[in-house]
């Protein structure tokens, strides 16, 4: 991730955190339970909203500026949150380690979303729950085209960031069974709830 954006990504989102993103995280977040991870913290603004039903979390998070601002967020949560550097693409975990894997406003970002989809398919218990809040392409085809063409600078200038992924179909291609799928925003943002396979499934 570039320099700037870590440092002032709080103050960025900030408007939309309070007009939408906290009672997303909050209902979301809220269901998450036993051993809990979460793929690309990033400041950690997902960590106030943990519950009692969520035994740790271990969030990963792969740019340092990031992970030093979610420390804090962190030590003040109320249950144990274990920050670390590692990659969604390469998670240093044993197969069937956790219970919840969570993501927010990650899967845009994530250079090879498919790869990191595959591990985190592995990390999950076989009857675990994956659960997701992410911005994507929208349906309407005008639109839809508009994202596709200012997603090269947009790329740029936010550090890799994709305003067109289809992320539905790439996690239903994972081999997830999804089982909720809520609409924000005319479909430019989207909350999934989905569970993972069942334990026949081939390892990739």
């Not at 398919?121 to 729950?129: A, L």
Request: aromatic residues 8%; neutral net charge; glycine residues 6%.
């Amino acid at each position: 991730m570039g320099k700037w954006l870590p440092k002032i990504y709080d103050k960025l989102m900030a408007p939309m955190e309070k007009r939408m993103f906290r009672s997303i995280r909050n209902s979301l977040v809220g269901q998450a339970q036993g051993q809990v991870l979460e793929i690309g913290s990033g400041t950690g603004l997902n960590f106030p909203y943990y519950t009692s039903k969520t035994d740790k979390v271990t969030a990963i998070e792969p740019d340092i500026t990031m992970r030093e601002q979610s420390l804090k967020r962190a030590q003040e949560a109320s249950l144990v949150i274990d920050v670390q550097e590692a990659d969604a693409e390469r998670l240093p975990f044993p197969d069937d380690s956790f219970d919840t894997v969570i993501g927010t406003l990650v899967l845009c970002t994530i250079p090879d979303p498919d790869k990191a989809l595959a591990e985190i398919r592995r990390v999950c218990k076989s009857d675990g729950r994956i659960l997701f809040f992410e911005h994507v392409r929208v349906q309407q085809p005008f639109l839809a085209r508009i994202q596709s063409a200012v997603t090269p600078l947009w790329k740029r200038l936010y550090d890799g960031c994709h305003l067109d992924r289809d992320t539905l179909s790439t996690i239903k291609k994972a081999g997830f069974s999804v089982d909720h799928v809520k609409e924000y925003k005319r479909g430019l943002f989207i909350v999934i709830e989905a569970s993972n396979e069942d334990p026949h499934r081939s390892r990739q």
